[in-house]
Structure formats: structure tokens, C-alpha cells
């Protein structure tokens, strides 16, 4: 690189800064041409249909990404905490198993809308819910989403901890100088903050390529997990007497603690069935993401019996039962060879934690504030965002030390999720057969408006569905204020499939009886076109994807490299 160029990059670099800090309007970004919206709507191409060349998803980038997602410290302890409501291991098992079915079905049907017309969640549920109602939606579910991202990181962090005391013993025991409001410690803040700088480059990768992450992820993860679960099987002399404990309850109070257990489970994954179409939309074929079917509840069993053995043995190991495997890896720091074991199985953890992150939180909550704030978010911008907000000024960590009320609302808060799940699937299967028309999704004042841009249909049914479940969702929060009907509770433990399965119905009804005959179209009206250069366009500097290649054979007065973030 010669002087000019580096002063030129320099200058531009600092041009940009000065702007950025000074003129808040310098941080809107471009209307680009490529969108399929109407002129008049601010678009960005993040929200347009795939491109037909970023469609990279095949039905290994599907499987690679529900590894990623199901083989996570959250999955191995879930089937092991059911058996401390007094439930046995095959109770456990059976559990874990019907709730990964719920999660694989409402997402394999959702993911269709994805696979077929290449579009986000928040774009597809304006076709159900109605162009300006579908909002509501898309804040709920980045609500959500922020939050958890900021709880997975502080999670994460333990990772961190685990790494540094088998390289460094005394770091087990580094002194504390941050107060008892900070929730967190000296030792804690540090590996929090590392961790967050592990992870930050990578939110950076772009969804299409995602499934290379992933890839790394289950090469790495699978030898480790079996390793973990056949080592400590081994020195247990076998996998210990759980599967043999029996149930200390019986009764109806047996099966409604089966219930509650599953919705619990099915829950933790609610999300992930309603913004699926936000991965699915780079299908390479529509019947790539099946695949989702058989693949999620084989993981997820998979996982939490290694996490039923590995309680199970670690308590003839150890004489107490570690629920985590970070709990097991700890008990390895007391010699060389275990500080070398604990590096590297604590470091593929890591990976691990950050994989859920990106896959589960941060891609969700970015495509979020794509929709919400067009003028100002891309992709890029929602990630960075969330990686501030729901990492810095939400202090995560001290959400999980202390704030067990909002924890359990932030869980609760999942019955949202529900009957939007089952009005997609509905909407898209039932009352529509597949036929959307794309680019009146982007147009609000299009078929799909409805009545002032809502679909009473669709409000009716997700306010009948959630009404009946506040207050219990009120009582879960504050257990000690709020005196409810044993009704109301037994409902509440089963909230997820009452809410599914409720909301298709009524919403099928509804629709059956009173139709928009308007949005019940022949045919699909696709939303391709060869100018559509979603995803990799160079939004930032204002020059659109077909710009950049008909300028690519000139040389640019302005470095390439002024135009990033």
C-alpha cells in the first residue's frame, strides 16, 4: 500500500467519523432501487426476497444449524432439572422427546414460507396478521430476543472462567474489588467482557454463510460431548441409579407436573418456530428444511440423556450432582492433565454458547429492527445493536444473579409466541394454500392492509388465546400478590399447546365463516427478480449490488474500506 492511498483511507475514515459524530442524519441509510417495495416505502434490501445465488442453504446447513441450536449447555441440563420436580428419567426422556415434536412441527411449517418465497418472518406474518398489526408481532419477538441474548451471553461467560483457571489456577481465586450492586464479580466482569469480544466479530457473519460456523461447531462439539459422557460414565462404573429412581409423586399431580415440564421445554424454543423463515429463506430447494423434522427431536433427546447420565454419574463420582457439564469440567482443574481437558472442552463450549447466540437471538432481534426502523437498521447495524444493548445496557449479569421475578416474566412472556406460531402455519397452509402475493406484502397500502392494517381475524384469535393465560402469567412473576383459580393455573401448564393449537383453530374458523375474499389469490406471485441483490449490497455507502458490479471495472475515488461500518 502506497503513502497516497493510506492518507487517502485515513481521511476518509476520519470524514466519516466527524459525520457520524456530529450529524445524526449521516447514519440513515440509502432507499435502494433494488427493493421491491413501492416508491413512496422505505425499504432496505435486507427485507427483499434471497437472490437466487445467496441461496446456500442445503439440508446439511439445516442439520448444522439445529446442532447448533440443540447441543448447548441449556439442552443437556433441561432433561436432568425435569427429574428434581420428582419426575423419573424416563418421565424425563418422554418429556424432552414430545416437546422437541411440538418445536419440529410449527417450525418445519412456518419454515416453508421461507423455503417458498424467500422472505423474513417479520415481512411474512403481515399476509396473517395484517401490514401494520404484524408490527406487534415483530416487537414481541425481539423483545424476547434481546433479552435472551444478553442471558446466553452472561452464561457464556462461565466458559471464560472455566478457560482462564486451567491456564492460569489462580485466576479461581482473583480478588474482587467491584461491589455487591454490581451483581457480578471482579473475576465474573472480566470473563464476561472476553467472552463478548470472542463473540462480536462473529455476529458479523453474514446469515448465508452461516452454515459454515455451524459446521465447525458439530465437528468440534460431538467428540467432546461423547467423550464427557463416556468418560464420566466409565468412572462411575456405569451410568448410575436415576434410571432407576422412582417418581415421588403419582396422581393428577404427577401428570400435571408432566405438562408443566413440557410446555417449559417446548417454550424454550417458541421463538425459533415463528422466526424460522429468517434462516429458511436461503434454501438452496423447498424441501431442504424437512429436514428440521426428524433432526430436532433426535438432537434434542440425543442431548438431554447425556445430560441424564452425566447428573447421574457425576453423583457416584463426585458424591454430588452437577447438572452442567461446565459443573463437571470444574471438578477438573485439580492437575495438569485436567487443566488440559478443561481448556479444551470448556473452549468448545464456548463455541458452542456463541453459536445459540447468533443462531437463536441476534439474527432474530437485527431482522426485527430491519422492519421496525428501515431508515436506519440493516442486518449489520442489528446485530451491533444488539451486542450493546442486550450485552452492555441491559446488565445481563445482573438479570441472572438477582432479578428471579424477571426471569421467570421473560419465560412466561414466551406464550406470545404460540398462537403466532399456529396463525402463520394456519394462514400460510389453511386459509391461504401457499399463495401469497410477495410484493404486495411490502406494500401497505396492499391487499394485505385488511382494515386499517390489521386482520381482525388475527387479533380476535390472539387475544382470546392470551387473555385466559395473564393471570397466571401475573402470578408466575409474583407468586405472593396474586391468588388465581386452580383452573387457571392447570391451564397455564400447558400453556404452548393450548395456545398453538387454539389459535389455528379459531383463526381457521374465523376465516372459514368471515374470508378476505381480496387476499385469497389463484396463484403465488413471487417476489424474485434478477435486479434483486439482497443480501450483500452495500448499503452503507449508497450504492446498490448492480452498481458495485458495473463499478467494478473502474477504479473508486472513495477506498473500499471508508464505506464499512
Not at 39 to 63: C, G, L, M, Y
Request: hydrophobic content about 50%; charged content about 15%; proline content about 6%.
Amino acid at each position: 500500500m502506497d503513502s497516497f492511498t493510506f492518507r487517502q483511507r485515513g481521511r476518509a475514515i476520519k470524514d466519516k467519523t466527524r459525520a457520524r459524530l456530529t450529524d445524526r442524519h449521516s447514519w440513515r441509510l440509502p432507499k435502494q432501487t433494488s427493493s421491491i417495495a413501492p416508491p413512496h416505502v422505505w425499504s432496505n434490501a435486507d427485507q427483499d426476497p434471497v437472490p437466487e445465488d445467496k441461496r446456500t442453504w442445503s439440508k446439511w446447513a439445516f442439520i448444522g444449524y439445529w446442532y447448533s441450536d440443540l447441543v448447548t449447555i441449556s439442552t443437556w441440563t433441561a432433561a436432568s432439572a425435569i427429574m428434581t420436580t420428582g419426575l423419573t428419567a424416563t418421565d424425563a426422556v418422554l418429556i424432552v422427546l414430545v416437546a422437541a415434536i411440538c418445536n419440529a412441527i410449527p417450525t418445519v411449517l412456518n419454515g416453508a414460507i421461507g423455503s417458498d418465497l424467500h422472505i423474513p418472518f417479520p415481512i411474512a406474518c403481515r399476509a396473517s396478521y395484517g401490514y401494520w398489526l404484524s408490527y406487534f408481532c415483530v416487537v414481541t419477538r425481539g423483545i424476547l430476543a434481546l433479552f435472551w441474548f444478553g442471558v446466553q451471553s452472561a452464561n457464556g461467560g462461565t466458559c471464560v472462567t472455566a478457560i482462564l483457571t486451567a491456564i492460569w489456577p489462580s485466576y479461581a481465586h482473583l480478588p474482587n474489588t467491584l461491589p455487591k450492586s454490581a451483581g457480578t464479580t471482579s473475576q465474573g466482569m472480566l470473563s464476561y467482557f472476553i467472552y463478548w469480544c470472542i463473540q462480536f466479530p462473529l455476529l458479523l457473519i453474514p446469515s448465508h454463510k452461516l452454515q459454515h460456523l455451524f459446521w465447525v461447531k458439530t465437528v468440534l462439539v460431538t467428540p467432546m460431548a461423547l467423550a464427557m459422557v463416556i468418560w464420566i460414565t466409565v468412572i462411575a462404573g456405569g451410568q448410575g441409579d436415576f434410571f432407576y429412581a422412582p417418581a415421588t409423586v403419582s396422581g393428577s399431580k404427577r401428570a400435571w407436573l408432566w405438562l408443566s415440564n413440557l410446555t417449559s421445554v417446548t417454550g424454550g424454543y417458541s421463538t425459533l418456530a415463528v422466526n424460522i423463515p429468517d434462516f429458511s429463506r436461503f434454501s438452496k430447494t423447498r424441501g431442504a428444511q424437512l429436514w428440521q423434522l426428524p433432526v430436532i427431536p433426535i438432537f434434542k433427546t440425543i442431548v438431554g440423556v447425556f445430560g441424564i447420565i452425566s447428573a447421574s454419574a457425576s453423583k457416584k463420582v463426585y458424591g454430588t450432582v452437577y447438572w452442567s457439564p461446565l459443573e463437571i469440567i470444574g471438578q477438573w482443574q485439580g492437575s495438569p492433565g485436567g487443566r488440559a481437558a478443561a481448556f479444551f472442552a470448556a473452549s468448545i463450549w464456548l463455541l458452542a454458547q456463541v453459536s445459540v447466540n447468533i443462531s437463536a437471538n441476534s439474527i432474530s432481534f437485527a431482522n426485527d429492527i430491519t422492519t421496525v426502523a428501515p431508515q436506519w437498521f440493516n442486518i449489520r447495524r442489528g446485530v451491533v445493536l444488539v451486542s450493546f444493548v442486550g450485552g452492555w445496557a441491559l446488565c445481563p449479569w445482573i438479570i441472572i444473579s438477582s432479578a428471579a421475578a424477571f426471569l421467570n416474566f421473560m419465560s412466561a412472556y414466551a406464550i406470545f409466541m404460540a398462537p403466532i406460531a399456529g396463525i402463520l402455519a394456519c394462514d400460510y397452509w389453511l386459509v391461504k394454500r401457499r399463495r401469497y402475493d410477495v410484493p404486495a406484502l411490502y406494500d401497505p397500502d396492499g391487499i394485505y392492509r385488511y382494515r386499517c392494517g390489521v386482520n381482525w381475524r388475527a387479533l380476535v384469535t390472539t387475544l382470546v388465546v392470551i387473555v385466559p393465560l395473564l393471570p397466571a402469567l401475573a402470578k408466575k412473576v409474583t407468586p405472593q400478590n396474586v391468588a388465581i383459580s386452580e383452573g387457571l393455573v392447570n391451564l397455564f401448564t400447558f400453556n404452548w399447546l393450548y395456545g398453538f393449537f387454539v389459535a389455528v383453530f379459531l383463526f381457521y374458523g374465523l376465516n372459514y365463516f368471515f374470508p378476505d375474499r381480496t387476499t385469497l389469490i389463484p396463484n403465488v406471485v413471487p417476489g424474485d427478480a434478477p435486479v434483486l441483490r439482497a443480501v450483500d449490497a452495500d448499503v452503507e455507502s449508497g450504492v446498490s449490488q448492480d452498481e458495485k458490479i458495473r463499478g467494478e471495472a473502474k477504479t473508486s475515488s472513495e477506498p473500499a474500506f471508508a464505506r464499512e461500518i
